[in-house]
DNA sequence: ATGCCTTTAGC
DNA sequence: CTAAAGGCA
């Protein structure tokens, strides 16, 4: 008996079906020689520590690889980990033909990936690796110190100056032709579906919640490569990235792609998305991207530690009620709490909210910005290390292209600048849609009449402010003051 | 080295 | 308009 022969779509590779380099092919493959493409999708839920959020679109997303891959005759199974074992069974059952995977840049993954690889290398498997969902490559670029790059501006610029960035027009993407042989060979063999003993139905992977959570995220996202798509086609085709620099800060406003999630699970890449959307303000903000993976590969230790080492002993505190009304986005301020709910609702906060509440979180609540990280980790349906990393210590002052320590977000500046009339606050805060613009960022100074009038009750339908912002900016500035002196009074 | 730059606040 | 840190060329 002929062994089925299978290519196995590693679990951390991308999501995509028509762009990532090994599976796509192996589709093509398959296609032209009238063979099935047998894959597997292996989870080992020990490694990859994932969000609820993120369970969820993994879930949808490996859904709509399932079903693309029955369209083409072929079948997808599903495995759940540990990863080594298997791969173990898949071996001795003579039923792993070929391993393939796009490497995922964190560095943590990239490290046992690699282990992996050498030890399937050794019993004989080929192992076909396609690059990071990224653009530049994560060694060598570095600024002319030799040195990683750790503020922006500088880094864009010789990112733009260099070879890597795939302007429109430039070559895409090309697959290896000695990958596509390889899988040809694969494809030669006779392949025939049998199920594989210890897979499992997609249902059986645990990436659902046992609670029904997740209206909201069903309402808001199409996981998977074809929704992926769709997002950049109608935000390239209309107006919206025109005016993406004048849009691109309004809450309320669609001035943004919300390609975050799409891209973090590589069911579409950067240079797609270049290529189409070809405006640099836009542009600059995959820069962003770029940016925040270089820093996670060249400072591992910033997943959990702050870079800059005199943040190492902060004074942050510890007030788990305060957290908890972050987290619910009942901290009185009102744009802080559109944001918590719009977070919690849909899985994704617009950008501009994303720094309102985290300054909030560790400049006016004075708590680590760990803890706010935690939140988004487990909420965000785009949680990805190195944006989250970089995201939370830039606003903490602590990371790279770090602000001046003064700049504290102010919430009621911030609201009336960037929701004028109260539009996004109304959307995610519906106790607040009758007061009156004046009023809405500041509900605790509107006078009694048009609070009855607006049928607010603050304390009762609304909650109080839990700290006054100018008392709390203060008290930040004096605990980085202290922070800052040289001579430690403890220890 | 000196000037530039930074998703800002507050007067 | 200034405050003001610090990476970078």
């Known amino acids: 008996m002929a062994s089925p022969s299978l290519l196995i779509h590693w679990f951390w590779g991308d999501l995509r079906l028509a762009h990532n380099h090994a ?7 398959a296609i032209e020689s009238n063979k099935p493409l047998i894959a597997a ?6 490694i990859e520590p994932l969000g609820g959020a993120s369970r969820w679109w993994l879930h949808h997303s490996l859904k709509q690889l399932e079903k693309r891959i029955a369209d083409l005759d072929g079948k997808l199974f599903f ?39 050498n030890s399937l290398r050794k019993r004989g498997i080929p192992v076909i690796e396609g690059p990071p969902n990224l653009m530049l490559p994560l060694e060598g670029f570095l600024n002319k110190q030799g040195q990683t790059f750790q503020v922006f501006t500088p880094f864009w610029k010789a990112a733009l100056a260099s070879s890597h960035l795939p302007f429109t027009g430039r070559e895409s993407f090309k697959p290896n032709d000695a990958r596509l042989d390889l899988l040809q060979t694969a494809f030669s063999l006779d392949s025939t579906i049998n199920p594989i003993e210890n897979s499992c139905p997609l249902d059986s992977l645990g990436l659902r919640p046992k609670i029904h959570w997740t209206a909201g995220l069903e309402a808001s996202w199409l996981p998977g490569e074809t929704g992926a798509m769709k997002l950049l086609e109608s935000f390239a085709q209309s107006e919206r990235l025109q005016h993406y620099s004048e849009q691109r800060d309004f809450p309320h406003l669609p001035g943004t792609s919300r390609l975050s999630a799409h891209l973090h699970f590589g069911e579409i890449t950067p240079q797609q998305i270049w290529a189409r959307a070809a405006s640099e303000p836009y542009q600059r903000q995959l820069g ?3 940016f925040a993976h270089q820093l996670l590969h060249h400072f591992p230790h910033t997943q959990s530690h702050p870079l800059r080492s005199e943040f190492l002993h902060f004074p942050w505190r510890d007030d788990a009620t305060g957290l908890k009304a972050w987290r619910r986005g009942e901290t009185g301020y009102p744009i802080v709490d559109a944001g918590m709910r719009e977070l919690w609702a849909t899985g994704w906060m617009h950008n501009r909210v994303r720094m309102i509440v985290g300054s909030f979180l560790v400049k006016d609540l004075l708590l680590p910005w760990q803890s706010g990280a935690e939140w988004f980790w487990d909420t965000l349906v785009d949680a990805d290390l190195a944006n989250n990393t970089m995201g939370w210590q830039w606003i903490s002052g602590c990371g790279a292209d770090a602000a001046p320590y003064f700049r504290i977000f102010n919430p009621m500046l911030q609201s009336v600048k960037f ?23 500041q509900p605790w100074l509107t006078p009694p009449l048009i609070l009855a009038n607006s049928k607010v009750y603050i304390g009762k339908n609304y909650p109080s402010i839990i700290l006054d912002h100018h008392e709390a900016r203060e008290r930040a500035l004096m605990a980085l003051k202290k922070s800052k002196q040289p001579a430690s009074i403890e220890k």
């Not at 599976?23 to 493959?29: E, K, V």
């Not at 999708?41 to 020990?46: K, Q």
């Open 23 to 29: 599976l796509s092919q192996a589709a093509q493959a």
């Open 288 to 290: 962003w991207r770029e």
């Open 419 to 441: 929701d004028p009339d109260g539009e996004y606050i109304r959307k995610w805060c519906p106790e607040l849609s009758l007061l009156p613009k004046e009023y809405i960022h």
């Open 41 to 46: 999708y292996i989870l080992d839920p020990d």
């Open 79 to 117: 495995m759940k980990g540990p990863i080594q074992a298997c791969f173990d069974t898949l071996i001795s059952k003579n039923s792993l033909h070929t391993v393939s995977f796009n490497q995922r840049p964190e560095p943590r993954y990239a490290a046992a990936q690699q282990d992996i690889a």
